[in-house]
Structure formats: structure tokens, C-alpha cells
């Protein structure tokens, strides 16, 4: 053989020909196997197409025709079967030395002795194999097995478009049907929905070039763009200098300028693929080897080489839309690497019913816009690319853990069955919107909602709350690409306060660095060993006066002529607040300088999110008007566990007798000094620790508007005196199971717990 592209080109013409003609699919593929036979001087020249899960012979050239359709292997099973379960190439000069060589008797193939097989590939699954055999030993020489390669990769397109292969049963492993994913809860509730990428794969419509030589300047072109894309992510001063990324970079670049890379898909490009074709033959082969890397930090580097071709493939195709672009035609389920809060948001609300994502931390902005959205969002799911197609059905539930992948019909009907009781629940609750939130003997506890984006102002009427009593201002730093100007600032607190009404709205200000990070203040700061404990919140803002001094006139102007609730978060001494305060009056001081209309009441608030601030209370509490207690980091530091770590996030439960002791210090000392205090934690939002949290004398939540129902049916269904004497007497005997405790005691009370 003169080479592997000349004999490749030869075979793709002759399919071109073939699939071009008007026979019926059977009749192509008989032809098929002839001309890659003829071309390869095989004797023995097999198509193996996947068929109601297990790998049939469709088509041979050699060995007994009374064999096609009726020999059948599944996933795993003989050679064929291996080379399906694995994605891998086989090449031997002895096929029965293989452990897994399996002979099939009505295939007559006991004379041949050699042989090969590549998979045929369609969207990263085996969707069939196909294998030459010859009667004499020998292995076949690498352009054979490229030619091999080359063609099973058009096969995959032709056999898909011919309507032969069986693709909701194509996945690189064994397992054909129902698969159970498990992850990391992240946002808590169930779903049902069809899988959606967020960046949908490319599909290849044309593979055969008619012009290999326009192909070859699509792809100089398209490299020209994505060298241009990698320089400039390089070059941008948002990174700083120093740090992980700069690593990652350079990896990216050195990728991006490889000779290597790009010489094989020239030669791919000169067996007579198109460039989109060309890119996707050598991501297989990629593919293949990753398959085979142990070593970590290689495997690492070959997934960013993938990373890579994916863009590549994208702008050589045209295909940059992601899923949400295009827009959402049913009830689906997001999967991703990974999302940014603006990403999310771009994805219609109504047809969105939940997320998955191979990356993803509880603490990560999108988790808490995606919890916002009331969208379920289950993180840390393994091999998600590998064991989920586009357009299976998914049934997500986030509080056990799991994604069903291509249910059983009786599994998704039971599963339907539960969504529709949640369904009903959620009806009950929202019955609940005008009742009033208060106990069975007359407590009122006041119920607000936690917010970050202007559409959240509109919960309020839609759950009955009685305001917001977190508005978190740094969702529209963190979804800008640059630093957003005041006047944008204040348009957006005006129409903020606008859609709440007559309710008051609590802003927090700006609470960003840490896991939080802004990318056009990344370099304020060094790189963090501890970011949680670092520079963040309250510290970073004071350290840039200009960032906060904007933000408090944006605030102050667009309030004018109503109440204003301004909060400081991360608190950890008197001092912050007062230097925090002394940034308004500043700022409030210039506006009646200039003669503009000032807010009518300006009330100040503080977090309680640092253990410290707890010991001098009796110092802050006489400057404050109200004091919010933040439970998510206030348990991270409480406990020195970081909860977006899936080993500590739910090793320290909120129903802890440390926590709740903690907490009812600061009811005590706020009642003395007469300051109002809620919680705005997640805590709160929880049926089962808000019953705790009134029991130690907490009477203002803030909590998600998802939870809003939920709570409001426990409080009228809970009488406070019971619940408070029974929590105190909890808390000063604790036993070693307090959750246990408190559930049992809310069953024999008859308080509704969710």
C-alpha cells in the first residue's frame, strides 16, 4: 500500500458513490465492504452495527453470508465486543491468542488467522465496529489501521443518516439501558427532563471533501481565530501575574501553536476528509490514547488538547451556539463541565427544570443563582460526557444524590407519581400566600426572601413574603465583564425597590473575593491559601474606596424619597461597621451638598458571619439598627470546615447543639439592647432547623422563595411556647443524635415538617 491517505481517499470515493446511489441501505453496505476490502487487499472485510443493544453483523465481505444478521455480540463479548466496550483499535496477527476472542461458528471464520478492528465512532460512543481479516499471520501496518480508522469515521455519519444504527442505545460501555448517576447535592429538589448540553456536540454533516484544498484553508483559518482567542485570553490583565492559570495558558498556547497537531489533520485533510471531519479523526485518535494514559497530570494535559479541538471544531463549523442560544423546545435538564452565573441565566426559566455538572461546589455563584432560580443542581457527577446522550430522558433528584439516565418506563412513572405529590404540595403551600405567618397560639414570625437579580423583587407577591431581607448586590459584579458604572448601579437598585413596593428590601453590600472572585479586581490581591478566611467582603470593599463609595451613592440616590436598609457583611470588629457607615454619611453629606433628594430613613445592619463579633456585641450592638445572622459561613467558621468540600459538607449538621447555643447567645444580647435579628442563612430555609431557630427565640427568616411555603405551613403549624421550653430544655441536656430529637418531637406534635 502506497500510504494511508491515497488508500483511504480511494475507499471514501467508492462510499461517496455507494451512498450516493439509490439503493437501499443493505445493499450499500454490501457494497461497502467490497470496496474497503479491494482497497485494503483483505480477504475478509466485516460491518458490525449496534442493534437493540448488542453489535450485529450487518454486512461482510469473506466470511458466510448466512451469518449476517444472526451473529450477534454484546458489549465486551468476543473481539468485536471488546474492541465496542473499550473504543479501542485492535491489530492482531493471531486473533484466537486473544483472551477475548470468542469463535463464532456460523461465521466460517476459523481460517483466518490475522486481524483488525477499529470502532465506528459517533458522538464519543461505539455505535458498531469495523474489522478485516486475513487467512495468514500478520499484523497489519499502521496505514493500514489509519485507513481503517479514516473510513469507520465516515461509516458512522453515512450508517447514522441511513437510519441503521439504534442511537438511543449507543454508549461506550456495556451498559445499554438505565444507568444511576450519584454527585453532590447542590441545590436541593427533583426533575424531570430530557438532557441538553450546554454546548451541544458538533454534528459533522458533510465528511467527504469534494475541495480538499479549500478544506485545508478552513482550517488555517479556523486556527488563525482560535490562536487569536488563546493569545488574547493570555494577554488579558484580569488574570494578573502569577498563579495556576498562567500554567493552564501556556499549555493552551503551546496546543494551539503544535506543528504536530496541525500536520495531522492536514494529512487527515489529504485522505479526502472535510476540515470538520479531519478534526474530529484526530480527536478520536486522541480519544483512544487517553483512554490508555494513567498518570493523572497527562491525562490532565490531553483533556485541554480536547478542550481544544472542541473549539476548533466549533469555529471551523460555524456551530458556537451553546444549548441556551438555541433555545429550549421541552422540559430539559442542563448538563456542563462547568457554568457561570450569566450563563444560567441566559436559559428559559419555564422549560429549565435542573442542572448537572462535572465540576460545581455549593459555595460557587451559579449554585447560588441556580438555588434563586429554584432550579435542582446536582455537582460532582462523574463521566457525564461518557454515559449521557443528548435527548435521553433524565430523572434528577438532588436530595438523594442521583440522575436516572434512560429510565425504565415503570421507574419513570413512579417518578412522575412524586413530582406530581411535590406538585401538590406546592399548590397547598401557595393556598397559603395571603394567610398570615403565624403560630398556633398567636407568635407572628416574620418570613422574607433572599435575592440578588431585579425578576427576584417579583417573589414577593408570588410567595406571600413580607419583603427581602437579603438583597445580594454582587450578583450584577459578578455577571459583568467590567466593573459596573454607578449610574448602572443605581438604575438597577431603583427598579429593585420599584418591583418590591411598598416591602422593604435589605441590601447587603457588595460581598465579592474568596470563591467569589471578580476577575477586574483579581489583582488587588495575591493569590490566597485560605480565601474563605481572606480578603473578602466587607475587608476587600473598604481596602477599595472607590468601588465602595460608588456603590453607597448608587444606593443612596436610588432611594431617594423612601427607606433605605443598607447591610455590611463579614463583620468582624465595631470598627468595620463604623468605617463602612462613615462611607454613606460621607457620601449622604455630598448629595445635600448638591442639593439631591435624600432617602427618608436610612437604617443600618450588620452580618454576623465571624464568630469574634459574637464577644463584643455590647460594643456594636448600641450603633445598629438591626443585626442579620449569616449561618453559611458563620458554621464554616464555626466548625473550620469548608463546606464546598464534599468530605465536610454534610459532616456538620446546622441541628447541632454548638450552633444553635452560639445563635441563642446572640437572640439574648439583641432582645437587651433592643435590635432587631434575623437569620438569612440557608439554615432558615430548612422546615426542620427554622423549627429549631424559633425555638431559641428567632423570629425573623430570610430564606429562598422556594422555602417560602414550606416554612410558613411549619410555623402555623407550631405552637412557640412548646417549642421554645422543649428546644431549651434540648440544649442544656444534648443528646448524641440532637436532628433525631427534634424530628421525633415534630411527628408527636403534629408540626408539618415537609
Same mark, same amino acid.
Given at each position: 500500500?502506497?500510504?494511508?491517505?491515497?488508500?483511504?481517499?480511494?475507499?471514501?470515493?467508492?462510499?461517496?458513490?455507494?451512498?450516493?446511489?439509490?439503493?437501499?441501505?443493505?445493499?450499500?453496505?454490501?457494497?461497502?465492504?467490497?470496496?474497503?476490502?479491494?482497497?485494503?487487499?483483505?480477504?475478509?472485510?466485516?460491518?458490525?452495527?449496534?442493534?437493540?443493544?448488542?453489535?450485529?453483523?450487518?454486512?461482510?465481505?469473506?466470511?458466510?453470508?448466512?451469518?449476517?444478521?444472526?451473529?450477534?455480540?454484546?458489549?465486551?463479548?468476543?473481539?468485536?465486543?471488546?474492541?465496542?466496550?473499550?473504543?479501542?483499535?485492535?491489530?492482531?496477527?493471531?486473533?484466537?491468542?486473544?483472551?477475548?476472542?470468542?469463535?463464532?461458528?456460523?461465521?466460517?471464520?476459523?481460517?483466518?488467522? %490475522?486481524? /483488525?478492528?477499529?470502532?465506528?465512532?459517533?458522538?464519543?460512543?461505539?455505535?458498531?465496529?469495523?474489522?478485516?481479516?486475513?487467512?495468514?499471520?500478520? =499484523?497489519?501496518?499502521?496505514?493500514?489501521?489509519?485507513?481503517?480508522?479514516?473510513?469507520?469515521?465516515?461509516?458512522?455519519?453515512?450508517?447514522?443518516?441511513?437510519?441503521?444504527?439504534?442511537?438511543?442505545?449507543?454508549?461506550?460501555?456495556?451498559?445499554?439501558?438505565?444507568?444511576?448517576?450519584?454527585?453532590?447535592?447542590?441545590?436541593?429538589?427533583?426533575?424531570?427532563?430530557?438532557?441538553?448540553?450546554?454546548?451541544?456536540?458538533?454534528?459533522?454533516?458533510?465528511?467527504?471533501?469534494?475541495?480538499?484544498?479549500?478544506?485545508?484553508?478552513?482550517?488555517?483559518?479556523?486556527?488563525?481565530?482560535?490562536?487569536?482567542?488563546?493569545?488574547?485570553?493570555?494577554?488579558?490583565?484580569?488574570?494578573?501575574?502569577?498563579?495556576?492559570?498562567?500554567?493552564? !495558558?501556556?499549555?493552551? =498556547?503551546?496546543?494551539?501553536?503544535?506543528?504536530?497537531?496541525?500536520?495531522?489533520?492536514?494529512?487527515?485533510?489529504?485522505?479526502?476528509?472535510?476540515?470538520?471531519?479531519?478534526?474530529?479523526?484526530?480527536?478520536?485518535?486522541?480519544?483512544?490514547?487517553?483512554?490508555?494514559?494513567?498518570?493523572?497530570?497527562?491525562?490532565?494535559?490531553?483533556?485541554?488538547?480536547?478542550?481544544?479541538?472542541?473549539?476548533?471544531?466549533?469555529?471551523?463549523?460555524?456551530?458556537?451556539?451553546?444549548?441556551?442560544?438555541?433555545?429550549?423546545?421541552?422540559?430539559?435538564?442542563?448538563?456542563?463541565?462547568?457554568?457561570?452565573?450569566?450563563?444560567? $441565566?441566559?436559559?428559559?426559566?419555564?422549560?429549565?427544570?435542573?442542572?448537572?455538572?462535572?465540576?460545581?461546589?455549593?459555595?460557587?455563584?451559579?449554585?447560588?443563582?441556580?438555588?434563586?432560580?429554584?432550579?435542582?443542581?446536582?455537582?460532582?457527577?462523574?463521566?457525564?460526557?461518557?454515559?449521557?446522550?443528548?435527548?435521553?430522558?433524565? !430523572?434528577?433528584?438532588?436530595?438523594? =444524590?442521583?440522575?436516572?439516565?434512560?429510565?425504565?418506563?415503570?421507574?419513570?412513572?413512579?417518578? %412522575?407519581?412524586?413530582?406530581?405529590?411535590?406538585?401538590?404540595?406546592?399548590?397547598?403551600?401557595?393556598?397559603?400566600?395571603?394567610?398570615?405567618?403565624?403560630?398556633?397560639?398567636?407568635?407572628?414570625?416574620?418570613?422574607?426572601?433572599?435575592?440578588?437579580?431585579?425578576?427576584?423583587?417579583?417573589?414577593?407577591?408570588?410567595?406571600? /413574603?413580607?419583603?427581602?431581607? !437579603?438583597?445580594?448586590?454582587?450578583?450584577?459584579?459578578?455577571?459583568?465583564?467590567?466593573?459596573?458604572?454607578?449610574?448602572?448601579?443605581?438604575?438597577?437598585?431603583?427598579?429593585?425597590?420599584?418591583?418590591? +413596593?411598598? =416591602?422593604?428590601?435589605?441590601?447587603?453590600?457588595?460581598?465579592?473575593?474568596?470563591?467569589?472572585?471578580?476577575?477586574?479586581?483579581?489583582?488587588? %490581591?495575591?493569590?490566597?491559601?485560605?480565601?474563605?478566611?481572606?480578603?473578602?467582603?466587607?475587608?476587600? /470593599?473598604?481596602?477599595?474606596?472607590?468601588?465602595?463609595?460608588?456603590?453607597?451613592?448608587?444606593?443612596?440616590?436610588?432611594?431617594?424619597?423612601?427607606? !433605605?436598609?443598607?447591610?455590611?457583611?463579614?463583620?468582624?470588629?465595631?470598627?468595620?461597621?463604623?468605617?463602612?457607615?462613615?462611607?454613606?454619611? %460621607?457620601?449622604?453629606?455630598?448629595?445635600?451638598?448638591?442639593?439631591?433628594?435624600?432617602?427618608?430613613?436610612?437604617?443600618?445592619?450588620?452580618?454576623?458571619?465571624?464568630?469574634?463579633?459574637?464577644?463584643?456585641?455590647?460594643?456594636?450592638?448600641?450603633?445598629?439598627?438591626?443585626?442579620?445572622?449569616?449561618?453559611?459561613?458563620?458554621?464554616?467558621?464555626?466548625?473550620?470546615?469548608?463546606?464546598?468540600?464534599?468530605?465536610?459538607?454534610?459532616?456538620?449538621?446546622?441541628?447541632?447543639?454548638?450552633?444553635?447555643?452560639?445563635?441563642?447567645?446572640?437572640?439574648?444580647?439583641?432582645?437587651?439592647?433592643?435590635?432587631? $435579628?434575623?437569620?438569612?442563612?440557608?439554615?432558615?430555609?430548612?422546615?426542620?432547623?427554622?423549627?429549631?431557630?424559633?425555638?431559641?427565640?428567632?423570629?425573623?427568616?430570610?430564606?429562598?422563595?422556594?422555602?417560602?411555603?414550606?416554612?410558613?405551613?411549619?410555623?402555623?403549624?407550631?405552637?412557640?411556647?412548646?417549642?421554645? +421550653?422543649?428546644?431549651?430544655?434540648?440544649?442544656?441536656?444534648?443528646?448524641?443524635?440532637?436532628?433525631?430529637?427534634?424530628?421525633?418531637?415534630?411527628?408527636?406534635? +403534629?408540626?408539618?415538617?415537609?
Amino acid at each position: 500500500m502506497e500510504s494511508a491517505a491515497i488508500a483511504a481517499r480511494n475507499i471514501l470515493t467508492g462510499l461517496h458513490e455507494v451512498m450516493a446511489s439509490g439503493n437501499h441501505a443493505q445493499a450499500k453496505l454490501n457494497q461497502v465492504v467490497n470496496i474497503i476490502g479491494e482497497a485494503l487487499s483483505s480477504e475478509v472485510c466485516s460491518i458490525y452495527l449496534l442493534r437493540d443493544g448488542v453489535l450485529e453483523l450487518f454486512a461482510t465481505r469473506g466470511l458466510n453470508q448466512d451469518a449476517v444478521h444472526v451473529t450477534r455480540l454484546g458489549f465486551g463479548e468476543g473481539l468485536v465486543g471488546t474492541i465496542a466496550e473499550n473504543v479501542e483499535t485492535l491489530n492482531l496477527d493471531e486473533a484466537a491468542a486473544h483472551p477475548a476472542f470468542r469463535y463464532m461458528p456460523e461465521t466460517g471464520e476459523e481460517r483466518f488467522h %490475522s486481524f /483488525a478492528g477499529v470502532p465506528i465512532v459517533r458522538s464519543e460512543r461505539a455505535v458498531g465496529v469495523l474489522a478485516v481479516q486475513h487467512a495468514d499471520p500478520r =499484523k497489519y501496518a499502521e496505514v493500514e489501521i489509519e485507513a481503517l480508522q479514516t473510513t469507520a469515521m465516515v461509516l458512522s455519519e453515512l450508517i447514522a443518516y441511513a437510519g441503521l444504527i439504534d442511537e438511543a442505545g449507543t454508549i461506550g460501555s456495556s451498559q445499554t439501558g438505565t444507568v444511576v448517576l450519584t454527585g453532590l447535592p447542590l441545590v436541593s429538589g427533583v426533575a424531570a427532563g430530557i438532557a441538553i448540553f450546554h454546548q451541544p456536540n458538533v454534528r459533522i454533516e458533510h465528511t467527504v471533501a469534494e475541495d480538499t484544498e479549500a478544506e485545508r484553508a478552513r482550517v488555517y483559518s479556523a486556527f488563525d481565530k482560535m490562536r487569536e482567542q488563546i493569545d488574547r485570553m493570555a494577554n488579558m490583565a484580569e488574570f494578573g501575574a502569577g498563579g495556576e492559570h498562567e500554567e493552564i !495558558l501556556a499549555t493552551y =498556547k503551546m496546543f494551539a501553536y503544535d506543528e504536530g497537531w496541525s500536520r495531522r489533520i492536514n494529512e487527515a485533510i489529504d485522505s479526502g476528509l472535510t476540515a470538520e471531519a479531519a478534526i474530529e479523526r484526530v480527536q478520536q485518535r486522541t480519544r483512544m490514547r487517553m483512554r490508555q494514559i494513567d498518570d493523572p497530570l497527562l491525562a490532565d494535559r490531553m483533556h485541554d488538547l480536547e478542550d481544544l479541538s472542541n473549539r476548533l471544531l466549533r469555529i471551523v463549523s460555524g456551530q458556537m451556539s451553546t444549548a441556551a442560544q438555541l433555545g429550549l423546545k421541552q422540559d430539559s435538564i442542563l448538563v456542563a463541565r462547568n457554568l457561570g452565573p450569566a450563563e444560567l $441565566l441566559e436559559y428559559d426559566k419555564r422549560r429549565l427544570r435542573g442542572v448537572i455538572l462535572e465540576e460545581g461546589s455549593l459555595t460557587a455563584h451559579v449554585t447560588i443563582v441556580a438555588r434563586a432560580m429554584g432550579v435542582p443542581v446536582l455537582g460532582r457527577v462523574a463521566g457525564v460526557r461518557q454515559t449521557i446522550l443528548d435527548g435521553d430522558m433524565l !430523572l434528577l433528584n438532588a436530595d438523594e =444524590k442521583t440522575v436516572i439516565v434512560r429510565p425504565a418506563a415503570a421507574v419513570q412513572e413512579a417518578f %412522575s407519581s412524586e413530582l406530581a405529590d411535590r406538585q401538590k404540595k406546592k399548590a397547598r403551600y401557595a393556598a397559603l400566600r395571603d394567610e398570615p405567618s403565624v403560630t398556633k397560639d398567636g407568635k407572628k414570625v416574620t418570613l422574607m426572601i433572599n435575592a440578588g437579580l431585579r425578576d427576584d423583587a417579583l417573589a414577593i407577591g408570588l410567595t406571600g /413574603a413580607e419583603g427581602i431581607g !437579603l438583597f445580594r448586590t454582587e450578583f450584577q459584579f459578578l455577571i459583568s465583564a467590567t466593573l459596573p458604572q454607578r449610574e448602572r448601579q443605581q438604575r438597577f437598585y431603583r427598579e429593585v425597590l420599584e418591583a418590591a +413596593g411598598d =416591602k422593604p428590601v435589605v441590601f447587603r453590600t457588595i460581598d465579592v473575593g474568596g470563591d467569589k472572585a471578580l476577575p477586574y479586581l483579581k489583582h488587588v %490581591s495575591e493569590e490566597e491559601e485560605n480565601p474563605a478566611l481572606g480578603w473578602r467582603a466587607l475587608r476587600l /470593599a473598604l481596602d477599595q474606596e472607590g468601588l465602595m463609595k460608588a456603590q453607597a451613592r448608587a444606593l443612596l440616590e436610588a432611594a431617594a424619597g423612601r427607606n !433605605l436598609n443598607v447591610m455590611f457583611p463579614m463583620v468582624s470588629e465595631p470598627w468595620e461597621f463604623d468605617a463602612a457607615k462613615q462611607v454613606f454619611e %460621607s457620601q449622604l453629606e455630598f448629595l445635600a451638598s448638591r442639593k439631591k433628594q435624600l432617602p427618608s430613613r436610612i437604617r443600618y445592619g450588620a452580618m454576623l458571619e465571624v464568630p469574634a463579633l459574637a464577644e463584643v456585641l455590647d460594643v456594636l450592638l448600641p450603633k445598629i439598627d438591626f443585626l442579620s445572622i449569616g449561618t453559611n459561613d458563620l458554621t464554616q467558621f464555626l466548625f473550620a470546615a469548608d463546606r464546598a468540600d464534599p468530605r465536610l459538607a454534610e459532616r456538620y449538621d446546622w441541628l447541632s447543639p454548638a450552633i444553635l447555643r452560639f445563635i441563642r447567645r446572640v437572640v439574648l444580647a439583641c432582645r437587651e439592647h433592643k435590635v432587631d $435579628l434575623a437569620v438569612c442563612g440557608e439554615m432558615g430555609g430548612r422546615t426542620l432547623e427554622a423549627l429549631a431557630l424559633m425555638g431559641i427565640g428567632i423570629d425573623r427568616l430570610s430564606i429562598t422563595p422556594a422555602a417560602v411555603g414550606a416554612v410558613k405551613a411549619m410555623v402555623r403549624s407550631t405552637d412557640m411556647g412548646a417549642v421554645q +421550653g422543649f428546644i431549651e430544655e434540648l440544649l442544656s441536656n444534648p443528646t448524641a443524635n440532637f436532628r433525631q430529637e427534634i424530628t421525633s418531637w415534630a411527628g408527636e406534635q +403534629g408540626v408539618e415538617i415537609g
